[in-house]
């Protein structure tokens, strides 16, 4: 372990810390904000939740084939022009969902949000990863997770409001009005990432692809995240739906209630994110995963519930689901070598956003306003599927140690350089 001031955080890794977590806090609250809304625009395109349920996943299933088609050039080319291009692509995306009237032109725009966003989360751990040392990615991770609850205490509030009186359309004119603000950043504060460059194998894109794709220690990082994915993302899509027709909820407290629980991820995150670099990064994620399945099958059989209850469900909640990504996205960064980074973060990112996409099919509702059905059954299928990620994040904690252990030892694998920090 690092000393103190051998894991001190620079001035430069600090902003690109902040430039990370606001683009991630945008694109984050363009995904969270469906979810909110998924009441109204259930109700004013009469749309049955199957059909709101191919609308969030037409997002993940495209930001999935978008990793996979990225992956085999995603280490070709300047981290910062990779990162650029595809917010570039969100940001259109997002002002196209906007501009959408019906059903078939939101799913339309959704994909193309997609195929856009769903690759930044990738590009930017990459950059973290090549950026930042192991032991410091646990308190980069709780800063950059913040978004998810920044996201939650302003988007989505503020989104609601406006979507009250402007319409469901208004949240994503305010989601791209904010990105183009963040590229002007992105294009005159961000410093080229560009040292993967210099151990790149001459060898064709899919070539690339398949090299990352089939090696073993790989697959078991892909695994581990999707399982994580469908787990957290699986009550998503459906919360505010469920809040409104089975918790008895009014939209007017909606607001508060995400406020609440976005405000406990501010709290606790980075607290987190610290923790997490001082004590075994695996020990805090099987805690907190017990910790979610718990909570989590206890909230999916409430039926009609106070306001304040449901807001403490929530924050207990958002606790448990927070604390695992912080750990679990550690460990997985130290997997791949440096020049596979890049491959690596978007296969991952892949699988995380198509097992997001089939957790979104579950869910039905009898009639307009009637009570969703089913829904207890994913409280169920989380803890099951947590219950084996946990294994699988053991091997994957076994993997970054050794690599540590490889590293300390001055053995080097092929492909990486010993100045990198994991």
Known sequence: MKNEQQAALTGYQKFVIFILAITQFTVILDFMVMSPLGDMLMKSLSLKPSAF????????????????????????FDRKKL?????????IGTICCGLAHSYPALVAARVVTGLFGGVIGSV???????????????????????????SQILGVPIGLYL?????????FWMVAALGLFITLLIITKLKPVTQHLTIQKHESALKHLWETVIKKNYRVGYTATALLSIGGFMMMPFGSAFA??????TKEQLPMLFMVS????????????????????????????????ITCVFYTHLSVTPLWFVMIYNVCMMIGIMSRMIPSSALVSAIPDMA?????????????????GIAAAIVTQPTKGAPLQ??????????FITMISIILMWRVNNLAKKRMQDKQAGVVPEGHVIHEGI
Request: glycine share 12%; with cysteine.
């Open 340 to 356: 596979d980074r890049g491959a690596f973060m978007s296969v991952n990112a892949s699988m995380q956003q198509i097992a997001g």
């Open 163 to 171: 979507a009250n009186k402007w319409g469901w359309e208004s949240p």
């Open 53 to 76: 349920g191919v609308a969030v996943s037409a997002y993940a299933f495209s930001a999935g084939v978008s990793g996979l088609l990225t992956a085999g050039f995603a280490d070709r």
């Open 374 to 383: 089913h829904y207890h059954i994913i409280g169920y299928l989380v803890t």
């Open 124 to 150: 930017s751990m990459a950059i973290i990863t090549d950026l930042f040392a192991l032991q410091q990615r646990g308190r980069v991770m709780g800063f950059i997770q913040m978004g998810f609850g920044a």
């Open 262 to 293: 976005g405000l406990s991820s501010l709290v606790f995150m980075p607290l987190i994110g610290k923790l997490s670099d001082r004590i075994d990064k695996f020990k805090i994620f099987a805690v907190a995963c017990v910790w979610m399945m």
């Open 83 to 91: 990162f650029l291009f595809f917010y570039c692509g969100f940001i």
């Open 244 to 249: 409104i027709n089975n918790l008895g909820l």
